[in-house]
């Protein structure tokens, strides 16, 4: 009897300080994480670059109101996204070296500053420091399309290479982006 009395002690005691140590889940974020990456068919496992970020909604706000002109913007939500190239590259016209860097923007009304910045891991755009900078380029803005509610990024085969696009509202962003070959 007392060894019955032993063991349901026992798997009482474990039930209630598995449910007391239970690990707590936050929700969904609210804007989640995305990759794009080039070539985008998922079969090809040699890609040439690729960009982890994230998507801000607009939820009734504007475009100008999320990423003011002539302000520094970490390009999407959340932490500044990283652009990891795999192979050397021609970026907008700058040669990049293989490797992972945050991609920041700055608003322009007919062209943004794409940004290249040496610091990895870093919340929005609060700790930007220019002096980290690789190459900033311009990127041809238009307005275009259906309007996007999320911030999307993706990338568009081109002749040479790709580009880098960057939608929101009906702004359309784009860098082109040529590989050394692999």
Request: aromatic share 12%; proline share 4%.
């Amino acid at each position: 009897m007392k060894k019955v009395s032993l063991i349901a002690f026992l798997a009482i005691a474990m039930f209630f300080s598995i449910d007391a140590t239970a690990q707590k889940f936050s929700g969904l974020d609210k804007s989640p994480m995305d990759m794009a990456s080039f070539p985008n068919d998922y079969k090809i496992a040699n890609k040439s670059v690729r960009v982890i970020y994230s998507r801000p909604q607009l939820k009734g706000r504007s475009l100008a109101e999320l990423a003011p002109a002539g302000k520094v913007w970490r390009t999407g939500a959340n932490e500044a996204p990283e652009i990891t190239f795999y192979t050397d590259a021609n970026f907008g016209g700058k040669d990049i070296k293989a490797g992972t860097y945050s991609l920041f923007t700055i608003p322009g009304e007919k062209e943004w500053t794409v940004v290249l910045n040496k610091n990895l891991n870093q919340w929005g755009a609060y700790s930007y420091d220019e002096s980290a900078d690789v190459a900033r380029v311009s990127g041809i803005s238009k307005a275009e399309g259906d309007s996007l509610e999320e911030f999307s990024v993706t990338f568009q085969e081109t002749g040479d290479g790709a580009s880098l696009v960057m939608g929101w509202e009906k702004t359309r962003v784009a860098v082109p982006i040529t590989f050394t070959k692999m």
